[in-house]
């Protein structure tokens, strides 16, 4: 089972990006693949928790699983909203992303050489 997970989240990113993209076209089914794909990322995390003692990367792994919940609430605003607001959401999750994907490997070398 923990080898399947981080093809899951793969898999709801993917579902993920594709139903932003496809939300531009203005798809029907886009709130559903955002939605589907952000539950699959929100899973995989929780399947995945961080153990290690560092402060720091906790705080990024919480910050990643919340840019997860507001990728739900994106996919939630699409499904009920129908305007752009979803589009603020997704931006911010995206900047939660971009700048852990950065800080975590950092921290974890910087433990290294501890």
Not at 12 to 19: E, F, I, K, N, Y
Request: with cysteine; hydrophobic share 50%.
């Amino acid at each position: 089972m923990k080898k399947l997970i981080p093809y899951l989240f793969y898999l709801g990113a993917l579902l993920t990006l594709v139903g932003i993209a496809l939300q531009v076209t203005r798809w029907e089914y886009a709130p559903y693949l955002v939605t589907i794909g952000a539950t699959l990322q929100a899973l995989a995390q929780l399947n995945l928790p961080y153990t290690g003692s560092n402060k720091n990367i906790k705080r990024l792994v919480r910050q990643q699983f919340l840019a997860t919940i507001l990728l739900i609430a994106a996919g939630g605003s699409m499904l009920y909203f129908h305007n752009n607001e979803w589009i603020l959401l997704v931006c911010i999750a995206a900047f939660l992303y971009f700048y852990s994907s950065f800080r975590i490997p950092y921290e974890e070398r910087k433990d290294e050489n501890k």
